[in-house]
């Protein structure tokens, strides 16, 4: 008989345990995440809009919180702000309006939806919208929109026929063919924007130039062009292209600004994101041979603690006090504490910014200095990454323009002139592409030579991905025919 235990047992003996207690006293410093403190550091982070919709939200949860008039009678505990025209900052900001005309669309609807608003139409939608239009049959309508699904936003058709009429397949239903799919695309190519529905770039600019009117000179040869040497076009070999259809340089030139006045992705334009217009934080102007930094402190409302309030949590008049009131109020006077360290800090950064930058101020891209944020830290006595935080999404006003603050900061290369900043070299480049021959734009390799010539020792690879930021085309597509 065998016997199973249910616990595994040693002797107590075996094991020999010795405690010891002992009490240290150790000395250090550290920082606490205080929800006050983060309070602060989130303030820092959040641009102008942002920072504008945080403190309305506050207001609206804490009764202490006032917005403060330009009233010299009023009962408020306040931090005092600068004035500033508001429509005035919007005009020298260079801001545009947002608002649409009427829809052209009001009045027409699809089977399930009505056309959105102008900046949210997408070209689907805009598709859909013409298809509603046409005294069709429900089964070409069908056949519409499967096409009009397959139109990518660039406005091309990226399915076959044949992939069409199979995802129009429907378990005792009747799959269109072909030839009737191809009869609706072909209705659909007609729609607005002109081109839509073309299944290669070729068709779509054909699609274009076969809707305008046949007296324009040359529109026989540029289809010729279109359909049968559109490659060699984009390959820039002209000198063949026009030898072959027998025709001299000076007309083949108004060919190919026929072909280039067409649009060859029609898509484009719609579903585009609402544009978010900014509104500058910090304000740089020239006074009797001095830059000026100033914030927009109209982006932050003047914030008040309600007297009436405070009064009756400091028991001077009213009753008893209230934990919730006394929180509002703690909450509220360290709110207004944070909004006017934000500033301050925002602008002790800002005028070591523009006092290291005079020069870009005075002269442009090509005067900008080299500079990192640790030398901004240096001279404002705060960390790399407060300085990193406050240059997060605001913007800085200036006489050439508006820019986020992180604009003013850039590498080094070394030169003979120097050091010199990569967004002066980037300015240099954009100054030697904009005054090249045509003819005979300049390689990455030569902008490399014309730069060292100039004590600039740039690297042509280091050219050709200064070149590709500033979205300058390599030079075989800048070539002109000429």
């Keep these: 008989m065998v016997t199973f235990k249910s616990k595994f047992e040693l002797p107590v003996e075996n094991f020999n345990f010795t405690m010891k207690s002992s009490l240290q006293l150790k000395t250090g410093q550290s920082l606490t995440m205080t929800p006050q403190l983060q309070q602060a550091i989130r303030l820092l982070l959040l641009s102008a809009s942002e920072l504008h919709q945080e403190i309305q939200d506050c207001i609206e949860a804490n009764m202490m919180l006032e917005l403060v008039e330009d009233d010299p009678l009023n009962e408020y505990e306040s931090v005092p702000s600068l004035s500033h025209d508001e429509s005035q900052v919007n005009h020298e900001a260079g801001m545009q309006s947002t608002d649409w005309q009427e829809s052209i669309y009001e009045g027409f609807s699809l089977d399930l939806e009505q056309i959105p608003e102008a900046e949210t139409l997408s070209l689907r939608r805009h598709l859909l919208w013409q298809l509603n239009l046409l005294p069709i049959s429900e089964s070409d309508v069908a056949i519409g929109v499967a096409i009009i699904d397959a139109i990518d936003p660039d406005g091309r058709l990226v399915a076959s026929t044949e992939e069409i009429s199979i995802a129009l397949q429907s378990p005792g239903g009747e799959t269109p063919n072909e030839d009737e799919i191809s009869s609706v695309l072909k209705i659909i190519q007609t729609f607005d924007p002109l081109g839509v529905g073309a299944k290669t770039l070729s068709e779509c600019l054909l699609i274009q130039l076969g809707d305008l009117s046949s007296d324009i000179p040359f529109l026989e040869t540029a289809k010729t062009c279109v359909r049968d040497f559109l490659q060699m076009i984009g390959g820039r070999g002209y000198e063949k292209v026009y030898r072959s ?17 067409l649009n060859p992705r029609p898509g484009n334009g719609y579903g585009v994101e609402k544009v978010e217009y900014v509104v500058p934080d910090v304000f740089v102007f020239c006074e009797k041979g001095r830059w000026v930094v100033e914030l927009n402190e109209r982006v932050v409302p003047r914030l008040g603690v309600n007297k009436s309030y405070s009064n009756i949590v400091e ?13 509002h109020l703690q909450e509220a006077r360290f709110l ?13 950064v800002a005028t070591a910014i523009v006092e290291r930058q005079k020069g870009f101020l005075a002269f442009g891209d090509q005067a900008m200095k ?3 944020m640790h030398e901004i830290a240096e001279v404002v006595n705060m960390h790399e990454s407060t300085v990193s935080r406050v240059t997060s ?3 800085m006003h200036t006489p050439r323009g508006v820019f986020e603050l992180k604009y003013f900061f850039s590498s080094q290369l070394s030169g003979d002139l120097g050091t010199i900043s990569s967004v ?6 954009k100054k030697l592409v904009a005054a090249e021959n045509k003819l005979k734009p300049l390689s990455d390799s030569k902008l490399s030579e014309v730069l060292s010539s100039h004590g600039i020792q740039v690297a042509r690879r280091t050219v050709a991905k200064y070149r590709e930021v500033l979205s300058i085309p390599a030079s075989s597509e800048r070539r002109k025919f000429g």
């Design 315 to 327: 028991g001077k008049r009213g009753g008893v006090m209230t934990s919730t009131l006394k929180r």
């Design 424 to 429: 002066a070299i980037r300015a240099v480049i």
């Design 336 to 348: 207004i504490k944070s909004l006017a360290s934000r500033n301050d800090t925002l602008l002790a």
């Design 393 to 395: 999404h605001k913007y």
């Design 370 to 372: 080299p500079l990192v």
């Design 245 to 261: 259809l027998g025709v001299s340089r000076d007309d083949f030139r108004k060919v190919l600004e026929l072909i280039q006045s």
